[in-house]
């Protein structure tokens, strides 16, 4: 158990009442940055929240590993999430995420999803195909575009194109409603009938209806053509189904787009390691399409996306309650 005394603990010095609200809305990579130079435990205020902030790797271990149960996840974003994705994976906490984990996890281990790898290959052989040489593409939105159809391939057995459109809307809207419901000096409850709200509830009712039709169809699938095939073998109550649903399609898609996105944007930023990587891959594959196997023979691919993740990772704060800041910190 750690303990720390309250007064050991710098604050980062900011604003008069706004404290870093500015830099925690604009500039919240340069913000980070400038507290993880500032200690491995700082407080920092923004507008009238204090935040405990910790860049210790085995402070974050200590956190997740012996008081997760303590830890209020995801913070203020669960406030703007839930209307929209209900008590998934998620959002959910406490014996409530056991009990999912527990009924969702086997069916997304490492080993069901290594079965899709040839239909994974195939769907970004596929994107890729459609980049023409010296054109310029928007390279976080292809990959989004191609997570997107990967975890349709996951969880259906087939491609998300008769709802495309309706999902990628309902996730912009929500990446934007939840942004702005963060940042918010002082955030106003979602239930209230503001203009904003009125908007999220309509686009919830949409992705909703597109939800029960893609329902429907996989419930007319064969239990091995897709990881919610045996799903909803499990006969889940019909809430609880939705809510895990729209959950995996919305977490499952944008935080693997935003890794891959970052990776090749920083070996574009340095050449040497990138053809380090292309020397790799080409010794072991042999311009043949490179499967699940292959993978434990890719070791500096393995290292590249871990680098990765570490500079830039999809998820990189989680939000603790004051439950949280006391067990970790013990004497506060």
């Known amino acids: 158990m ?44 923004v507008g009238p929240y204090r935040i405990l902030f910790l860049n210790d790797p085995s402070l974050i271990r200590e956190a997740l590993s012996q008081h997760g149960s303590r830890l209020e996840r995801m913070g203020r974003t669960n406030t703007y999430l839930r209307p929209f994705l209900g008590e998934g994976l998620l959002t959910s906490s406490g014996e409530t995420h056991r009990s999912e984990r527990r009924a969702i996890g086997p069916h997304l281990s490492p080993v069901s999803i290594g079965r899709l790898g040839a239909s994974i290959v195939s769907l970004t052989e596929q994107r890729v195909r459609g980049w023409e040489h010296g054109a310029t593409i928007d390279l976080a939105q292809e990959l989004t575009t191609l997570t997107l159809e990967v975890i349709g391939a996951a969880l259906f057995g087939t491609t998300l194109s008769a709802a495309w459109g309706t999902l990628c809307a309902a996730f912009t809207h929500l990446e934007e409603y939840v942004t702005g419901g963060v940042n918010a000096l ?147």
């Open 2 to 45: 750690t303990t720390i005394s309250r007064h050991d603990i710098p604050t980062l010095t900011g604003a008069p009442l706004l404290g870093h609200f500015a830099a925690f809305r604009a500039r919240r990579l340069a913000l980070f940055e400038t507290l993880s130079h500032a200690g491995d435990v700082v407080w920092f205020w």
């Open 186 to 332: 002082l955030p106003l409850p979602p239930e209230w009938p503001l203009p904003a709200n009125q908007r999220m509830r309509r686009v919830a009712a949409e992705f909703d209806r597109a939800l029960t039709e893609l329902l429907s169809a996989a419930r007319q699938l064969p239990p091995d053509s897709g990881a919610l095939a045996p799903i909803l073998q499990q006969q889940l109550p019909p809430q609880l189904l939705r809510d895990e649903l729209a959950t995996l399609l919305f977490a499952g898609h944008e935080t693997t787009a935003s890794a891959l996105t970052w990776t090749l944007a920083l070996l574009d930023q340095h050449p040497a390691i990138a053809h380090e990587l292309r020397l790799e891959v080409d010794q072991v594959l042999r311009r043949r399409a490179v499967t699940v196997a292959d993978l434990p023979s890719l070791p500096f691919l393995d290292r590249v996306l871990k680098e990765s993740i570490r500079l830039y990772p999809p998820v990189y704060v989680i939000v603790g309650g004051n439950g949280f800041s006391q067990g970790i910190i013990g004497a506060l």
